[in-house]
């Protein structure tokens, strides 16, 4: 969880007040940076909270802006996808901005380190750059076309990016020290050829930029004066300093790394997220099982839930593993508090009440939520045939079993106390069907005696119940850490056969007029949201998260 400082607020907080009173920076400049080459999960819901939510509490901006130096695997497609997930969390950019904005200053800056004498033109190929670069106790190995002139070097550059040579014949490289002890100071590549269309430029350019050589440029372009990034990235803080140190920005933003997010029961992995899409073990990017921000959003997931779960595990500076079920917890929480309690039946069982008079329908009266401030209720049909959940009946039930048995007494929920008085079977031995009788005057389901009744059970009346497709999502991986795979196994070994279960189910009435995103609790089942697939005559919801409240419970223990 968050380190807090004496001051109160994480480190970073406290790094960008002594900015402020020092008068180093005179307004926060941040930045969220996103490659553009999948959909956003939840660890960059983190650091989309982080980044806006800093520049918001000092009164300064927070530019969307795009990493698109990759034309291979980057799309527009994506791009929409994280404007789309960004607003939705509730944040809005000052800018959009895009590397490809800047491909000319980058080029210019390529050419001032070429001139300087610190980058020239390397014609190895990738594995050969890869097998010279030495490792943590040895030092790597110089390219033979290290030492070439400065004039040899801005004609292979123009050359390169004129599209002379292929891919891979060739790259640009920086001259600094291949026996440095960061290997990433060991001669990095800058640029590289790269004859693939671009989403944004098409193609202008042949020639592209790495990651490490753009970043902390397009940070200096727009101002940024906190560069926040994953602590992945603390290795190459002196390569980004190297690169703004060695040719004329017009800013000098600094980096500062925190502890990304891992979650149990999760792999964060873009490559395998895009791995579960394209070999069609999920349905798509939005798929309710996915850690994906559309994914989340889908299964029921609100904006604000998971702003107070990012608030809540804070910034560290070191790794650590948080629990799903505090995720699950904080959209638990709100959904109790805000969402409308309604009867549905997954698995139903008929019961008819033999002497509740035929062809009689009640409307009886029901609390939409008890938590609301202000009372709300609607209206439930009642008859002589209801449905109830199967495994609210037991023939021959065990001790403490306060559901429905042959001569035991249940309240029906809003309704009456009913007594089970026969079973009905069909040919295989089946349970198809219940008889009972209720006591006519325990409407609201208190006995005019005063005699206690335990079990409480939820119903659907069945002339007007409403069928519907009801999608009972659970976890996709069964390994809680998915970082500690055993060896030689890989992360689709520990897919969970059960992560998806589609039952046939009916609910009440009420859901008639639900339209996809309204999110209601069906009694003693759990958070249910209505999905974009449902339609009127089609009803389709997908669960949220369960009644359980395992984690908070086990903080209270």
Known sequence: MEERTQQGGSFIEQIIRDDLQSGRVSKVVTRFPPEPNGYLHIGHAKSICLNFGLAEQFGGDCNLRFDDTNPAKEETEYVESIKRDVSWLGFRWAHLRFASDYFESFHRWALELIEAGRAYVDDQGPEEIRASRGTLTEPGRESPWRNRSVEENRDLFRRMGEGEFDEGSRVLRARIDMAHPNINMRDPVLYRILKKSHHRTGDRWCLYPMYDFAHGYEDAIEGVTHSICTLEFADHRPLYD??????????RPRQYEFARLNLTYTVMSKRKLLQLVTEKIVSGWDDPRM???????????????????????GVSKANSLVDIEFLQFCIREELNRDADRVMAVLDPLKVVIENYPEGQIEELEALNNPEAAEATYRKIPFGREIFIERDDFMENPPKKFFRLSPGSEVRLKHAYLVTCTDVIRDGSGRVVE?????????????????????????????SHALAAEVRLYDRLFTLRDMDSMEEGKDYRDYLNADSLRVVSALVEPSLGQAGPGERFQFLRHGYFIVDDDSRPEALVLNRTVSLKESWSKAQRS
Do not use: M, Q
Request: proline content about 8%.
């Open 291 to 313: 850690p994906t921000i559309s994914g989340l959003r889908r299964r029921g997931y609100t904006p604000s839930a998971i702003r107070r779960f990012c608030a809540d595990i």
């Open 242 to 251: 190297w690169f703004l140190e060695n040719v004329s920005v017009p800013s």
């Open 434 to 462: 219940l008889r009972c009788r209720y006591d006519p005057e325990s409407r609201g389901g208190e006995a005019p005696d005063g005699r206690k009744v335990k079990g409480t059970l939820h119903w659907v009346e069945a």
